[in-house]
């Protein structure tokens, strides 16, 4: 006798939308931009759990709709004017207003999103540059915390459930080496209102009660700083970027109040990418990429209790939210191209050999608790088992440009 379960995300966005934007340069010291939106949406938030049992030749098939499949209709409104003012020959700013409305249900939310950024010329080779953004945002990211099949998905803002909004600063330099080389560090800061996370215990799939039950509203903040270098000429170019952050959330209702990493925390990020000629014809190139593993939050227990006539269930414990940290994920993505033919009235013709994850490297696509039957103590025990997704997988192209 087997037992599956498989999960089906049956949610979505249909979108009916108009804009109109104008461009105006009243002078050579501005360029004036400025235009209107609307958009009607049909949001479908729902999921589909499909439970086989039986033996390999006979499965029984049941379905049951999980979480809240109702749709949300709403109305998106937003208007803009910004304004990039050379104020000096060094000093160059962006100063912008953007103001957006949604109709939901029966609310009416606005938000007044000013910004500013700034440029200033050091010297011909350097610059230094500040930016001030307030943003609203009437869709969210809802994640699941525990271990298991990934199940993210995108929600509205409801009568119930408000929009979020952050406010982020950020600062950095620009240094060029000739033309040819560039390095720019950055940091930045961003607090965000009104995020959205399962309370404790609760998941979509669920179907006890609708997604907006299962959730609650907090804080959270993301800071850290970028660096990026790069070569932009000669034979051999590429870049390399690394950026150290952190992002938290900070509920009332979830891990007694404490501050918690968020699931897509990354404290490491590094992407390298490099791309070498070799004549007019042939051309290699790699990007490897690496980033820290995702927080999860594992059972760190279990315990049996005789829940009803005598029969035991297995309930597992769980420790402090996002308490554990999957494997970091990297991966080596290679290719090499030839052209072959290239005339300007017959056009260009391309060869392109790749490899996606070239080392065939196991990345962490989700992780699950499973039963393993141990023979000497006659017991099931517990373990962790990775799941992984994208072995080594290799390409071929033909391009034809004309």
């Known amino acids: 006798m087997r037992n599956i379960s498989n999960f089906l995300h049956d949610s979505g966005v249909q979108d009916w939308s108009g804009k109109i934007a104008f461009d105006f340069l009243p002078?050579?010291?501005?360029?004036?931009?400025?235009?209107?939106?609307?958009?009607?949406?049909t949001y479908n938030v729902g999921a589909n759990a499909f439970n086989k049992s039986g033996t390999n030749e006979d499965f029984n098939i049941k379905e049951r709709e999980t979480g809240s499949s109702s749709k949300i209709h709403a109305f998106e409104y937003s208007?803009?004017?910004?304004?990039?003012?050379?104020?000096?020959?060094?000093?160059?700013?962006?100063?912008?207003?953007?103001?957006?409305?949604?109709?939901?249900?029966?609310?009416?939310?606005?938000?007044?999103?000013?910004?500013?950024?700034?440029?200033?010329?050091?010297?011909?080779?350097?610059?230094?540059?500040?930016?001030?953004?307030?943003?609203?945002?009437?869709?969210?990211?809802?994640?699941?915390?525990?271990?298991?099949?990934?199940?993210?998905?995108?929600?509205?803002?409801?009568?119930?459930?408000?929009?979020?909004t952050s406010g982020q600063v950020a600062a950095g330099l620009v240094q060029n080496f000739r033309e040819v080389y560039e390095i720019s560090l950055e940091g930045y800061y961003k607090s965000m209102n009104n995020v959205l996370e399962y309370r404790e215990g609760s998941g979509f799939f669920d179907s006890s009660s609708s997604w907006e039950q299962k959730v609650v509203q907090g804080k959270g903040r993301s800071?850290?700083?970028?660096?990026?270098?790069?070569?932009?000429?000669?034979?051999?170019?590429?870049?390399?970027?690394?950026?150290?952050?952190?992002?938290?959330?900070?509920?009332?209702?979830?891990?007694?109040?404490?501050?918690?990493?968020?699931?897509?925390?990354?404290?490491?990020d590094v992407s390298i990418a490099v791309t070498k000629r070799f004549g007019k014809r042939l051309e290699m190139s790699g990007a490897w990429v690496f980033g820290t593993g995702n927080s999860v939050t594992p059972p760190v227990g279990s315990y049996l209790a005789d829940i009803?006539?005598?029969?035991?269930?297995?309930?597992?414990?769980?420790?402090?939210?996002?308490?554990?940290?999957?494997?970091?994920?990297?991966?080596?993505?290679?290719?090499?191209?030839?052209?072959?033919?290239?005339?300007?009235?017959?056009?260009?013709?391309?060869?392109?050999?790749?490899?996606?994850?070239?080392?065939?490297?196991?990345?962490?696509?989700?992780?699950?608790?499973?039963?393993?039957?141990?023979?000497?103590?006659?017991?099931?025990?517990?373990?962790?088992?990775?799941?992984?997704?994208?072995?080594i997988i290799p390409s071929f192209s033909y391009h034809f440009k004309f």
């Open 79 to 164: 208007a803009y004017v910004e304004d990039d003012i050379n104020l000096t020959k060094r000093l160059k700013t962006n100063i912008g207003l953007h103001w957006s409305a949604f109709s939901v249900e029966n609310k009416f939310y606005s938000e007044f999103q000013p910004r500013i950024s700034a440029r200033y010329l050091i010297s011909p080779q350097l610059s230094a540059k500040a930016s001030y953004s307030r943003m609203g945002q009437y869709v969210h990211l809802l994640t699941s915390a525990g271990i298991g099949m990934p199940s993210d998905l995108w929600v509205p803002s409801t009568e119930r459930m408000r929009p979020q």
């Open 223 to 268: 800071y850290g700083m970028e660096l990026f270098v790069q070569k932009k000429r000669g034979s051999f170019t590429g870049w390399i970027g690394y950026t150290l952050s952190w992002t938290d959330r900070l509920f009332d209702e979830i891990n007694n109040g404490r501050r918690f990493p968020y699931k897509y925390d990354r404290r490491h």
């Open 27 to 41: 002078s050579p010291d501005h360029y004036i931009r400025f235009g209107i939106n609307a958009t009607y949406h």
């Open 308 to 391: 009803i006539f005598g029969v035991n269930f297995r309930f597992f414990d769980y420790g402090e939210r996002n308490n554990y940290r999957m494997k970091a994920y990297h991966r080596l993505d290679l290719s090499i191209a030839y052209t072959f033919f290239n005339h300007e009235k017959w056009g260009m013709h391309q060869l392109i050999l790749g490899a996606y994850n070239a080392y065939n490297r196991k990345n962490p696509f989700y992780i699950d608790v499973e039963q393993v039957w141990i023979p000497d103590t006659r017991a099931y025990k517990y373990k962790f088992v990775q799941y992984s997704l994208f072995p």
